[in-house]
């Protein structure tokens, strides 16, 4: 088993979102899944072998799987076109949430997902006590809520407590402004203790929704997002046909591990 670190939707070392990329000949057990991804302890790990027509692709948090995961979707792409010279210009991967594609555009990497929209609902008091202010707009959809903040310092001078979010029924929290930044449309940061995330640092599934909201609000199809978490990191978007969106960046090949696998041990 090849498993490798690699920092996505940045092209500097130490900056973007971590994942673990593993690389299978075949699929595992779930057991097996989460104690790999536990062992490698990073935001979320991508496990991927080759099936007919593409390869499959799942990801795990260390504490549970997810149906989405944008930067380890990236980090995994990222692997196959470098390091495994992976010869047509796009990936199709099979997952929880359908086929998504990856097509390789030389600098960067432009994946195909589909868009999310939230739905506009009254906050509730252990929201309302970890904002410590009155939002925009707090909106959900499934697992997430969104809330949109005044201004952009809001969000990079948040301080969030944690213990809060793990009361609510909801599991992933993003935060958001429009941003002041001339490179940026907006600004955003990503709570997620409840699936062993404390706060995520770049999030490509976050965009999905952002993305949609954003662009629903400044009238644009094309928008660039910063999240400005402490590693901080950037994704292009582009809302197309079909209820999809391009979310596009870059990812660096921090290191590479060969594994000897040996089922007896676990």
């Not at 390091?83 to 594609?101: H, Q, V």
Request: charged content about 30%; aromatic content about 10%; overall charge negative.
């Amino acid at each position: 088993m090849r498993i490798f670190t690699v920092d996505a939707f940045t092209n500097q070392a130490f900056k973007g979102n971590p994942a673990g990329v593993c690389v299978l000949d075949g699929p595992l057990n779930e057991k097996e899944y989460l104690n790999i991804a536990q062992e490698i302890n990073l935001p979320e790990t991508a496990f991927t072998y080759p099936i007919p027509d593409g390869y499959s692709l799942r990801w795990f948090t260390p504490t549970e799987e997810v149906d989405l995961c944008g930067h380890a979707t990236l980090a995994t792409a990222k692997i196959l076109f470098e390091k495994f010279n992976y010869p047509e210009e796009e990936i199709c991967f099979d997952t929880l949430s359908g086929d998504l594609t990856v097509k390789n555009l030389g600098e960067k990497l432009e994946m195909n997902f589909p868009y999310r929209k939230m739905e506009l609902v009254i906050m509730d008091a252990v929201l309302e006590n970890f904002l410590g202010e009155t939002p925009i707009y707090v909106g959900a959809d499934r697992d997430w809520c969104m809330v949109e903040m005044e201004t952009e310092e809001q969000i990079i001078n948040f301080r969030p407590n944690l213990e809060l979010l793990k009361k609510h029924p909801r599991k992933v929290f993003a935060i958001t402004a429009k941003s002041k930044q001339k490179d940026y449309d907006f600004t955003s940061r990503v709570f997620g203790p409840a699936i062993g995330i404390d706060e995520d640092p770049v999030t490509g599934s976050a965009h999905c929704y952002l993305a949609k909201y954003w662009s629903e609000k400044l009238g644009k199809k094309i928008l660039k997002g910063f999240q400005a978490s402490k590693r901080s990191g950037e994704i292009e978007c582009e809302l197309i046909d079909n209820q999809r969106i391009l979310l596009r960046g870059d990812c660096v090949v921090m290191s590479e591990m060969l594994v000897k696998w040996d089922k007896e041990m676990v």
